[in-house]
């Protein structure tokens, strides 16, 4: 079972920037798809951003412009970098796997003050 460790939330004002990081346990990293999806309180779970293995990228509109996604292979790991926060963007974000997904991890909370 692939083990998923997010890090780098944080409080920050709006207009803030924060980059977060998603380290995988699997060496087979560069063959998924990956994505980064968040909750906020009383919502449901929702996918924020996609890179495939090709890594092409895909945002949601809500965050598109303002967020950039990126991989490294050689480090199993996942990022995303968030610009221009605003206060919706709180929420506990997670990365997992975008057609395979594995047991989420514990998140990273989020929260953008306004």
């Known amino acids: 079972q692939v083990q998923l460790v997010e890090s780098g939330g944080g409080l920050v004002q709006a207009g803030g920037s924060l980059r977060l990081s998603c380290t995988t346990s699997?060496?087979?990293?560069?063959?998924?798809?990956m994505a980064w999806y968040r909750q906020a309180p009383g919502k449901q779970r929702e996918l924020v951003a996609s890179?495939?293995?090709?890594?092409?990228?895909n945002y949601a509109d809500s965050v598109k412009g303002r967020f950039t996604l990126s991989r490294d292979n050689a480090k199993n790991t996942l990022y995303l970098q968030m610009n221009s926060l605003k206060p919706e963007d709180t929420a506990v974000y997670y990365c997992?796997?975008?057609?395979?997904?594995?047991?989420w991890g514990q998140g990273t909370q989020v929260t953008v003050s306004s």
């Open positions: 997992n796997g975008l057609t395979k997904v594995w047991s």
């Open positions: 699997t060496n087979f990293f560069y063959i998924y798809g």
């Open positions: 890179i495939s293995s090709g890594e092409r990228t």
